[in-house]
């Protein structure tokens, strides 16, 4: 068989001993006279691509790659054939690596440009996907392994593939991924390629960075490999999620995942598929560090190891009566002092029926007393009742669940939410229990019996916060459609809406070429509110990295604080109504002056995003949860770092303070920790 190279004919192929194609009458020609084509691949915007035989090389298979641009104009024409020779500079830079293709010729004949590569016999992702369905966490995980090896290799060579996806990943034989295709590869400059007015990519997997304004860098294929995990973990293609929702789908994409993944590749995704690139992780090394984490190291004495002599089995070492009288006052003495610290910690409450590791912080005056289990997924949100008695917790599992805090045992479980629970709160009054949900309700619960009282609706998107006035009479709800609703909590009517937190980002037109102007606002969703103790400010923290203050009486916005480089994830506000803390993904937390909107100072010392803020009753102590696993306590007045607990495995998303400022409960993927501060 000898494939027709005319780009125009419809029907190539032709049988041996022809000489012209009969579908176009063009001669057939064997390239090179070397390189024989012998079946069509497949076409694209800039070429076509044959299956083809070298002939010096035992007929051994290999791929043409032509030239063919589906184009007009001299400027199109110029950059097809700047991405075509582009491509065969990389893969002779690249090739070298077993699982990226091997350059084999690159040349010009009859007028066309043509380059010949190594053939990786497998099908590409996209076919598996189709053929096989979705793919399970293991898979991609190997995927991850083995891909992110091949980008490490292509970034440390300063390219930019910029065009990761699955049908441009090959699964050999071996079962080892090939990359192909860097036709749209990119020579890193520095630390930044930036052609502004370009736009290379595939539509749903390219980064904002990318699709804007042509900006390539190390992370913009980290967010093509995030969304390319997402496509066959889900069977659903990015691009159908973006022309809905732009690129705001990054922050709920385990949604629509048909199976749940581990909290350990959820982390990693979520920082992948970050929409600023200064967020996401900015080389393939972190993420492979992320995705094999080095086992815990154990702590080895400096002091040289004590030699003593062995006793013979058959001759046990015998002591003097002094001896076995010294040992025996030894061992009262120790079990004195054991029993002396267990009658302790009954006494104090730290030695509850229900599962315990008593730890005992960096300083002692604070103690892991225990550990709740019972949620399946993340435990987003936890709330302490006005008497301290309950505990609430909100979860990814779409359940809230009611806690004994001070024995640890579970009441009951509120199962009505259809969709994860993104926050809960209990009235100052302990009455009623308010949860919102991506369900995009708020529902009212009776949190003595746990009887659904009420569901309120209007939200087009998710409830990502709600908080309760301290008269016990109404609540704020925060929501991912850019909007805060107030609602009378007796009657359940709605009292207004706030929408004037995204002046300043809606007023700016961003050149995105294929993003509607109408997606963008879907970006600036409200994460959090807080209301002031005196009930008449309201602060709300969101996506457009700033902080809004509003009269809660009228619902006029006051002030916009600005100065975090991030979302604020969390705000929260003093008793004195004086202080207010945000917590932010640039990983500070900032103080403000409630009153005059003056940034007082900026807390660092997390080295992941500050999921959540709480501030103790007594207006002293600040707690602040973090993706780095651990919750901070600071001395708000001052600013310094009290302590750091440990002792979440996973990043911890809620922090919450007891009424009398004596226990913290903070939340992790399906467990909560109790501590005490004594």
């Known amino acids: 068989m000898l494939c027709c190279l005319n780009p125009a004919c419809h029907n190539p192929p032709n049988p041996d001993g022809t000489i012209f ?33 070298d002939i010096d090389k035992l007929n051994k298979k290999c791929v043409i790659k032509q030239l063919a641009p589906q184009v007009q104009g001299t400027g199109a024409l110029q950059k097809a ?21 091997t350059l084999l010729a690159y040349f010009e004949e009859d007028n066309c440009l043509y380059l010949v590569q190594q053939f990786i016999d497998g099908q590409n992702l996209l076919k598996e996907l189709q053929q096989q369905g979705t793919f399970s966490e293991g898979k991609i995980r190997d995927l991850l392994q083995d891909l992110l090896n091949i980008l490490k290799v292509v970034h440390q060579h300063k390219v930019i593939h910029r065009d990761i996806k699955p049908e441009n990943i090959i699964q050999r034989g071996d079962r080892k991924l090939v990359l192909i295709d860097f036709g749209a590869s990119k020579q890193l400059t520095k630390t930044v390629m930036t052609a502004k007015g370009t736009m290379i990519g595939s539509l749903g997997y390219a980064p904002l960075e990318q699709m804007q304004g042509g900006e390539a860098y190390p992370a913009s294929d980290l967010y093509s490999l995030g969304a390319t995990c997402f496509h066959l973990l889900s069977g659903i293609h990015p691009w159908e999620l973006f022309t809905k929702q732009g690129y705001t789908w990054v ?116 103690f892991l007393t225990r ?50 629970v ?30 659904q009282i009420r569901t309120f609706r209007g939200h087009t998107g998710y409830v990502n916060f709600v908080a309760i006035s301290p008269d016990s009479k109404t609540f704020a709800s925060g929501s991912s459609h850019k909007t805060i609703k107030l609602w009378n909590l007796t009657t359940g009517k709605q009292i207004r809406t706030l929408t004037g937190h995204f002046k300043s980002v809606d007023s700016v037109a961003l050149p995105v070429i294929i993003r509607p102007q109408s997606l963008e606002p879907d970006k600036q969703q409200v994460i959090s509110v807080a209301i002031s103790p005196d009930g008449k400010t309201l602060a709300s923290g969101s996506y457009d990295n700033t902080i809004e203050r509003w ?36 990983k500070t937390i900032k103080l403000w002056n409630l ?37 901070k306590l600071w001395n708000l007045t001052t600013g310094e770092q009290i302590r750091t607990l440990t002792g979440h495995f996973n990043r911890v998303y809620s922090v919450a303070f007891s009424p009398d400022g004596k226990t913290i409960a903070s939340s992790s993927y399906n467990t909560i920790k109790i501590w005490r501060l004594r």
């Not at 579908?23 to 083809?52: E, M, Q």
């Not at 001896?323 to 910690?345: D, E, K």
């Not at 004195?576 to 640039?586: F, I, P, Y």
């Not at 102590?621 to 696993?629: F, M, P, R, V």
């Open 371 to 420: 550990t709740l289990t019972g949620h399946s997924n993340s435990v987003s949100s936890v709330a302490i009742s006005p008497d301290g008695k309950t505990l609430a917790s909100g979860s990814d599992d779409k359940t809230i669940k009611l806690w004994n805090l001070v024995t640890g045992e579970q009441i009951r479980t509120l199962t009505e939410h259809s969709s994860p």
């Open 595 to 631: 009153t005059t909107g003056e940034q007082i100072r900026t807390l660092t010392g997390h080295s992941d995003w500050v999921s959540s803020v709480a501030i103790s009753p007594d207006g002293k102590t600040l707690a602040s949860g973090s993706w780095d696993n651990t919750i």
């Open 21 to 53: 194609c009969s579908n176009c009458g063009v001669g057939l020609v064997v390239l090179r006279n070397r390189y024989r084509p012998i079946k069509s691949l497949g076409a694209g915007g800039f070429g076509k691509t044959y299956l083809a035989e």
């Open 251 to 366: 922050s709920s994409w385990r949604q629509h995942l048909q199976q749940p993944v581990s909290l350990e590749l959820r982390r990693i995704l979520d920082k992948l598929l970050q929409e600023d690139y200064q967020q996401r992780y900015q080389s393939a090394e972190e993420v492979l560090q992320d995705l094999n984490p080095a086992p815990p190291s154990t702590k080895v004495s400096s002091q040289p190891p004590i030699s003593t002599p062995r006793a013979s089995a058959k001759s046990p070492v015998k002591l003097k009566a002094w001896q076995q009288r010294l040992l025996a006052g030894v061992a009262i003495t120790l079990g004195g002092l054991v029993l002396t610290q267990f009658v302790g910690y009954v006494r104090y409450g730290l030695f509850p029926t229900n599962p315990i590791s008593v730890i005992a912080s960096q300083d002692s005056d604070v």
């Open 81 to 101: 054939t700047e991405l075509f020779e582009q491509e065969a500079r990389r893969l002779e830079q690249l090739g070298e690596y077993p699982q990226i293709p």
């Open 551 to 586: 009269n809660l009486e009228t619902g006029e916005p006051i002030r916009t604080l600005t100065g975090h480089s991030s979302q604020v994830n969390s705000v929260a506000i003093s008793p004195d109504g004086k202080t207010l803390a945000s917590g932010s993904g640039d």
């Open 422 to 451: 993104n926050s809960v709160a209990i009235s100052p009054d302990g009455n009623t229990l308010v949860s919102g949900s991506d369900d995009r309700t708020i529902k009212l619960w009776n949190p003595a019996t746990g009887e």
